[in-house]
């Protein structure tokens, strides 16, 4: 694991040099302290931590109010929550805040390092994740299409952008649920999507209804292959996906999703252009 | 489709929007359609794995959608169904899921549920599977749906 940055943000002069103290000797490094919001801003800005700790009581705002602060220079950085109290509001507001966790003060050194330890692993989980999961079903769709049709798409516009789409007629949309929890979408003209019907059933005039299962069932074989194939690099990240569900019309908007990464792409394929977006949510399942 | 499972949603919609200041929310109709669902204007699908497997699609139309997510920003005025809007819509399905997967696990059931996916426009949906029970409930005596396509994971 790489060496864990921190800043420690407490009002109280006392209580930063007791948990740097604490961090240091348990191997992270305490590359700044903050005793008020503007100062925890600053000094987030210019370090650039893994991780900070925070008080729940700051002058000039409170812990969540400081958090929400960071998260705007620092998206990704990761709160813990240090308050000699800890009750259920607290608690509930803190997850509001997309804070990562809470210890309360005395601070222990055994449960502050396993909880940075926790955090990172996951930090770090995600990010194997993130690396994989575009070649997965880049990977899995070839596949798919060489199997069922002996023909390789061409993919361009490979985008990580996280935009509003139209879609093109037919949508099939499949949830993800693991580890991290996510959705690929495919989209094609209904008539890509008849044209592959036709192809593989070898039948011409196909109900949209026997149209929609033939896609459905592509659908469902590309995101499996692609989490079967993810799974098998870490069995951690135990993803399933859930049966498709397709949409179909003259228009329809498929809204920004909630996700922290997405990678979108066409495909050329000899029966049209097909759009596939896959993204996954940072957020852990269930919590 | 089992009467337990369709009370969890029902009870995750009752149990949910009376904490955004919906007053008196009720269930008006249950009944079982084809997987054919005619779109409200507004759709979330959420996908759902575990002891049941298959997707929940909570549907509006832009007024009811607009009205929602007013009460989740605390009485604030909303007139554009924005992205604000849809990320409210997003983020009830999302809660109103995982609050049946609570009633859920009161039966024993364990499920778990994907991020949503929110769409809108003119448009049908296909549900996973060829029957789908629609729960019609109400919020200030509009219309809000919840089709559930589900079926039991051996």
Same mark, same amino acid.
């Given at each position: 694991?790489?060496?864990?940055?921190?800043?420690?943000?407490?009002?109280?002069?006392?209580?930063?040099?007791?948990?740097?103290?604490?961090?240091?000797?348990?191997?992270?490094q305490v590359v700044g302290t903050?005793?008020?919001?503007?100062?925890?801003?600053?000094?987030?800005?210019?370090?650039?931590?893994?991780?900070?700790?925070?008080?729940?009581?700051?002058?000039?705002?409170?812990?969540?109010?400081?958090?929400?602060?960071?998260?705007?220079?620092?998206?990704?950085?990761?709160?813990?929550?240090?308050?000699?109290?800890?009750?259920?509001?607290?608690?509930?507001?803190?997850?509001?805040?997309?804070?990562?966790?809470?210890?309360?003060?005395?601070?222990?050194?055994?449960?502050?390092?396993?909880?940075?330890?926790?955090?990172?692993?996951?930090?770090?989980?995600?990010?194997?994740?993130?690396? +994989?999961?575009?070649? =997965?079903?880049?990977?899995?769709?070839?596949?798919?299409?060489?199997?069922?049709? $002996?023909?390789?798409?061409?993919?361009?516009?490979?985008?990580?952008?996280?935009?509003?789409?139209?879609?093109?007629?037919?949508?099939? *949309?499949?949830?993800?649920?693991?580890?991290?929890?996510?959705?690929?979408?495919?989209?094609?003209?209904?008539?890509?999507?008849?044209?592959?019907?036709?192809?593989?059933? $070898?039948?011409?005039?196909?109900?949209?209804?026997?149209?929609?299962?033939?896609?459905?069932?592509?659908?469902?074989?590309?995101?499996?292959?692609?989490?079967?194939?993810?799974?098998?690099?870490?069995?951690?990240?135990?993803?399933?996906?859930?049966?498709?569900?397709?949409?179909? %019309?003259?228009?329809?908007t498929i809204s920004k999703a909630?996700?922290?990464?997405?990678?979108?792409?066409?495909? =050329?394929?000899?029966? %049209?252009?097909? &759009?596939?977006?896959?993204?996954?949510?940072?957020?852990?399942?269930?919590? | 489709?089992?009467?337990?499972?369709?009370?969890?949603?029902?009870? =995750?919609? +009752?149990?949910?929007?009376?904490?955004?200041?919906?007053?008196?929310?009720?269930?008006?109709?249950?009944?079982?359609?084809?997987?054919?669902?005619?779109?409200?204007?507004?759709?979330?699908?959420?996908?759902?794995?575990?002891?049941?497997?298959?997707? *929940?699609? &909570?549907?509006?139309?832009?007024?009811?959608?607009?009205?929602?997510?007013?009460?989740?920003? %605390?009485?604030?005025?909303?007139?554009?169904?924005?992205?604000?809007?849809?990320?409210?819509?997003?983020?009830?399905?999302?809660?109103?899921?995982?609050?049946?997967?609570?009633?859920?696990?009161?039966? %024993?059931?364990?499920?778990?549920?994907?991020?949503?996916?929110?769409?809108?426009?003119?448009?049908?949906?296909?549900?996973?599977?060829?029957?789908?029970?629609?729960?019609?409930?109400?919020?200030?005596?509009?219309?809000?749906?919840?089709?559930?396509?589900?079926?039991?994971?051996?």
């Amino acid at each position: 694991m790489k060496d864990i940055k921190l800043v420690v943000v407490d009002d109280s002069p006392f209580s930063v040099t007791m948990i740097s103290n604490i961090l240091e000797e348990s191997g992270f490094q305490v590359v700044g302290t903050a005793n008020s919001m503007a100062e925890a801003v600053e000094t987030v800005a210019k370090t650039k931590p893994d991780i900070v700790t925070m008080d729940i009581t700051m002058p000039g705002g409170d812990g969540i109010e400081c958090t929400k602060a960071l998260h705007i220079v620092d998206p990704e950085v990761k709160v813990i929550i240090v308050s000699s109290m800890m009750d259920d509001e607290i608690i509930h507001c803190a997850k509001k805040a997309k804070i990562a966790g809470y210890v309360q003060k005395p601070v222990d050194a055994t449960e502050i390092t396993l909880m940075i330890n926790r955090i990172m692993a996951d930090e770090e989980l995600f990010d194997e994740l993130e690396n +994989l999961y575009y070649t =997965a079903f880049k990977e899995a769709f070839t596949d798919t299409c060489n199997k069922f049709f $002996k023909a390789v798409p061409e993919f361009t516009e490979e985008e990580n952008k996280n935009d509003v789409q139209t879609s093109r007629g037919l949508s099939v *949309v499949l949830g993800i649920i693991g580890k991290y929890g996510g959705r690929m979408i495919l989209d094609m003209s209904s008539d890509t999507a008849r044209n592959i019907a036709t192809a593989l059933l $070898k039948q011409d005039s196909i109900p949209t209804e026997q149209m929609i299962n033939v896609i459905n069932e592509i659908s469902n074989i590309v995101a499996g292959n692609a989490c079967s194939w993810i799974n098998k690099k870490n069995n951690l990240f135990g993803l399933r996906v859930a049966p498709p569900t397709a949409v179909y %019309g003259d228009s329809i908007t498929i809204s920004k999703a909630e996700l922290n990464t997405v990678t979108s792409v066409k495909a =050329a394929t000899t029966f %049209g252009e097909i &759009y596939m977006n896959v993204g996954f949510n940072r957020s852990e399942q269930n919590e | 489709m089992n009467k337990e499972y369709i009370a969890a949603f029902s009870s =995750a919609y +009752l149990n949910i929007m009376p904490q955004f200041g919906v007053a008196d929310p009720s269930q008006v109709n249950e009944s079982e359609c084809g997987r054919k669902i005619a779109s409200e204007g507004v759709a979330c699908i959420v996908g759902i794995v575990g002891d049941l497997a298959g997707n *929940v699609i &909570y549907s509006m139309n832009e007024e009811v959608a607009k009205k929602i997510a007013s009460y989740m920003m %605390g009485g604030m005025e909303v007139t554009e169904f924005d992205e604000i809007t849809q990320s409210a819509i997003s983020e009830l399905s999302n809660m109103l899921a995982a609050n049946t997967c609570i009633w859920l696990s009161e039966i %024993g059931k364990t499920l778990d549920i994907s991020t949503p996916t929110l769409m809108y426009g003119e448009f049908t949906v296909s549900g996973s599977y060829d029957q789908v029970c629609c729960l019609e409930m109400s919020i200030d005596g509009l219309a809000f749906y919840i089709y559930i396509s589900l079926e039991e994971r051996n």
